[in-house]
Each structure stands twice: as C-alpha cells, then as structure tokens.
Nanobody, 122 residues
Framework: QVQLVESGGGLVQAGGSLRLSCTASGRTFSNYVLGWFRQAPGKEREFAAAITDSGGSTGYADSVKGRFTISRDNAKNTVYLQMNRLKPEDTAVYYC???????????????WGQGTQVTVSS
C-alpha cells in the first residue's frame, strides 16, 4: 500500500502561482511513476502531468504545458506540481496518484490521494 497526502491548494487570482505537494508513505516511493490529475465540477477526472520513477522524464497535458512543472524528491518521498500563470479554467480538485506502469490514464494508477482544491479567480 502507498498512502498519498496532497497539500498546497488554495485560492489564487488569475496569473498567480501555487505549488502543490504530495507526500507518500508505505511502499518504496521511488518504484512508482507519479501523476497529477484534476477534476472540475461536473467534469471527468483528467490527466495534468506525470513523472517517471527516477524523475528523468515528464509528460504534460497540452492544457498545462509551459505553465506547470512536475518534479519529485525521492529522498523526501514527495512529488510537486508548480503551477504558474494560473487561469480560471485550472480550477479543480487536484489529485496525486502512483502507478507501477505509468500512463495518462487514471485507470492505470493504483493509489490516490484525497485531493486538494485549487480555485483561480478571474
């Protein structure tokens, strides 16, 4: 089992920045691909970003590319999502997730955090 706990959400004005953190406990953190997903009210959960187990490769949804940066610190069992130039359409609950295979599909992720709310005002 892997337990994931997100933090860092909040209310920010459009154009602002937030950094989300997700700290893991349980099984070896460095064995997992980590992803950030988000879900806006009335919409399906969607992929935002992912990072490989070593941190050597990352991937982003087109909607966040160039504005968001995913990183990880395996020594601290933590993955981060730096979000810059935020837009009102970025408003959602953000979830971190862990996968042994890694993809952009939520169904490929085995463990999920409880989510953290990000609200961007216009």
């Amino acid at each position: 089992q892997v337990q994931l706990v997100e933090s860092g959400g909040g209310l920010v004005q459009a154009g602002g920045s937030l950094r989300l953190s997700c700290t893991a406990s349980g099984r070896t953190f460095s064995n997992y691909v980590l992803g950030w997903f988000r879900q806006a009210p009335g919409k399906e959960r969607e992929f935002a970003a992912a990072i490989t187990d070593s941190g050597g490769s990352t991937g982003y949804a087109d909607s966040v590319k160039g504005r968001f940066t995913i990183s990880r610190d395996n020594a601290k069992n933590t993955v981060y999502l730096q979000m810059n130039r935020l837009k009102p359409e970025d408003t959602a609950v953000y979830y971190c997730a862990a996968s042994t295979s890694g993809s952009r599909r939520a169904s490929d992720y085995d463990y999920w955090g409880q989510g953290t709310q990000v609200t961007v005002s216009s």
